[in-house]
């Protein structure tokens, strides 16, 4: 279902650009590097221009590995700048993924992590020494935000083997909590397989997550403050027709186990 909606989506936007006046994408010979005009500037790809790197053994503050960042990437708004030398200074927010979960996921709480950078993009043609390389793009570990639900609740990774009912209010309130997958009756805690994730203009976050696959929204600080559920046709269904939000199977209907 997510490769037919990502496909969809690239075929939407690529008729977009085709369609629309302010988008001019020039012919070129295989040799040329690719360029794009939008409102009258001009874009080019250079490929490959800034490497950098960061332990794998690098502990966040919490005393945890820093984990897959990967998994969503965003610019903290109002930090992206260019110096005068033609590099760039900013904060990249990423989101690591349920945590170390090569055996099972574990007990641990969603998270974000704020990464300073200076980007210092090489043009050259000459070949760089590893350590060279690294001087284009210098990252420095700020700080990690742990993300909480409702009634300051610590989230976690562990794999939702039960479900809260829906809050009062639901779904006329757009604030109400839909209902949620947690880690089990015992553990009733919001379980967050995060995947995604966007800065906006106010210091909050969306986040995307496999479990629901719901979105979230959350404050600065890491608190819960919106659950956004997707259409029908995608929740997790067993074959009685109950939601069932386990990632290691696949359910009867819906979005397909950790995806």
């Known amino acids: 279902m997510l490769t037919i909606l990502k496909s969809a989506l690239l075929f939407v936007l690529a008729r977009s650009v085709q369609s629309s006046?302010?988008?001019?994408?020039e012919s070129r010979k295989a040799t040329d590097p690719v360029k794009v005009t939008l409102n009258g500037n001009t874009y080019i790809n250079k490929g490959l221009v800034g490497f950098g790197l960061i332990p794998s053994d690098f502990r966040d503050s919490e005393g945890d590995t820093l984990g897959g960042i990967g998994s969503g990437i965003d610019i903290k708004r109002g930090t992206?700048?260019?110096?005068?030398?033609?590099?760039?200074?900013g904060t990249f927010v990423v989101t690591p993924d349920r945590g170390y979960n090569v055996e099972g996921a574990i007990d641990y709480q969603s998270r974000q992590h704020e990464i300073d950078f200076v980007f210092s993009p090489y043009y050259g043609s000459s070949k760089l020494s590893f350590s060279d390389a690294q001087d284009t793009l210098v990252l420095t570990y700020r700080k990690t935000v742990l993300r909480y639900e409702r009634?300051?609740?610590?989230?976690?990774?562990?794999?939702?083997?039960?479900?809260?009912?829906?809050?009062s209010g639901f779904p006329s309130d757009p604030t109400a909590d839909p209902q949620m997958p947690i880690a089990?009756?015992?553990?009733?805690?919001?379980?967050?397989?995060?995947?995604g994730l966007v800065a906006d203009d106010d210091g909050s976050f969306w986040v995307s997550d496999e479990y629901g696959p719901y979105i979230y929204k959350f404050s600065a600080d890491g608190q819960l403050l919106q659950t956004i559920q997707p259409p029908a046709?995608?929740?997790?269904?067993?074959?009685?027709?109950?939601?069932?939000?386990?990632?290691?199977?696949d359910p009867k209907t819906g979005r397909g186990g950790n995806h």
């Open 184 to 195: 089990s009756t015992s553990e009733p805690r919001l379980t967050i397989d995060a995947e």
């Open 233 to 249: 046709a995608i929740f997790p269904m067993d074959k009685n027709g109950n939601l069932e939000f386990t990632s290691e199977d």
């Open 151 to 167: 009634n300051n609740g610590k989230t976690s990774g562990l794999d939702p083997t039960a479900v809260r009912a829906a809050q």
């Open 80 to 89: 992206w700048a260019q110096t005068a030398f033609g590099s760039y200074n």
């Open 21 to 25: 006046p302010l988008v001019r994408i």
